[in-house]
């Protein structure tokens, strides 16, 4: 499975970004998956998961009613719409798909300027 993200970038306070991570290879392996993120100096954290139909989902404390996950099967892709963003937020996020293993992708670099 390679998981690749895409949607990063530069933005002011108060704005959105949306991240994708589309999904190739033997994707019939993925069940969960989720977004990490990583700031400076910081550990990695889960920011959100969600199940493999989309029907359930979790999202740290920080993001909730900010951020939303969802992911479209049939096209392989999952999605981080994230809203009101905060200089806070500025991390590299990753995209992680649970298989017989957990996958990882290259991360995309979200900065929030104030």
């Known amino acids: 499975v390679q998981l690749v993200e895409s949607g990063g970038g530069l933005v002011q306070v108060g704005g959105s970004l949306r991240l994708s991570c589309a999904a190739s290879g033997s994707t019939f392996r993925i069940n969960a998956m989720g977004w990490y993120r990583q700031a400076p100096g910081k550990q990695r954290e889960l920011v959100a998961g969600?199940?493999?139909?989309?029907?359930?989902?979790n999202y740290v404390d920080s993001v909730k009613g900010r951020f939303t996950i969802s992911r479209d099967n049939a096209k392989n892709t999952m999605y981080l719409q994230m809203n009101s963003l905060k200089p806070e937020d500025t991390a590299v996020y990753y995209c992680t798909a649970v298989g017989h293993r957990k996958y990882w992708g290259q991360g995309t670099q979200v900065t929030v300027s104030s």
């Open positions: 969600i199940t493999s139909d989309g029907g359930n989902t």
